[in-house]
T-cell receptor, first 115, second 113 residues
């Protein structure tokens, strides 16, 4: 257990469904991230939050909607997804952005399949 | 822009064999370099890092040396075990004030008993 917990571990959803991914960290970190991991491709940074404020949206389609109610919790709301959105979605946290950044702590990911 | 290129897998080895995974990078300035490992069914874990030229990162028997002259950060282990079977990612961070990591595509390593 890394200290970053993601639920659910696996999710199968239809293209018309609405679902949410959850990420929780108890490390006292201030920054949280969503990454998409597709087969044979580099990890893609999707969203960045620092002290609950979104600091980056990496041109992610609006069918992905992040929410960060506090520094410990991060959600990714999903609706009307496409089959090509099937991937492993990884949450990560770090103490701070920028200076003093020691590296990310990753969760185990949610394996999403869109049918 | 900043990018990382690592050797394509999959790599299959026998136990106690020598492992090398090549990683080269393109970046301006003085990036920090990382290796992450992803065991089956898990997220990524930081394996080792180096923050300046000629630094050597090491952990769990793995080593990588930051070579600015060849823009490389190759991962090595002298004697692999079955438990080293995983996907290995090379990554760079552009500068000390930059939080973004640029990842390679990952190299799948399978070690047979």
């Amino acid at each position: 257990e890394t200290g970053v917990t993601q639920t659910p571990r696996h999710l199968v959803m239809g293209m018309t469904n609405k679902k949410s991914l959850k990420c929780e960290q108890h490390l006292g970190h201030n920054a949280m991230y969503w990454y998409k991991q597709s087969a044979k491709k580099p990890l893609e940074l999707m969203f960045v939050y620092n002290f609950k404020e979104q600091t980056e949206n990496n041109s992610v389609p609006s069918r992905f909607s992040p929410e960060c109610p506090n520094s410990s919790h991060l959600f990714l709301h999903l609706h009307t997804l496409q089959p090509e959105d099937s991937a492993l979605y990884l949450c990560a946290s770090s103490q701070d952005l920028g200076q003093g950044f020691p590296g990310y702590t990753f969760g185990s990911g949610t394996r999403l399949t869109v049918v | 822009g900043n990018s990382v290129t690592q050797m394509e897998g999959p790599v299959t080895l026998s136990e106690e064999a020598f492992l090398t995974i090549n990683c080269t990078y393109t970046a301006t300035g003085y990036p920090s370099l990382f290796w992450y490992v992803q065991y089956p069914g898990e997220g990524l874990q930081l394996l080792l890092k180096a923050t300046k030229a000629d630094d050597k990162g090491s952990n769990k028997g793995f080593e990588a040396t930051y070579r600015k002259e060849t823009t490389s950060f190759h991962l090595e282990k002298g004697s692999v075990q079955v438990s080293d079977s995983a996907v290995y990612f090379c990554a760079l961070r552009r500068g000390s004030n930059d939080y973004k990591l640029s990842f390679g595509a990952g190299t799948t390593v399978t070690v047979r008993a």
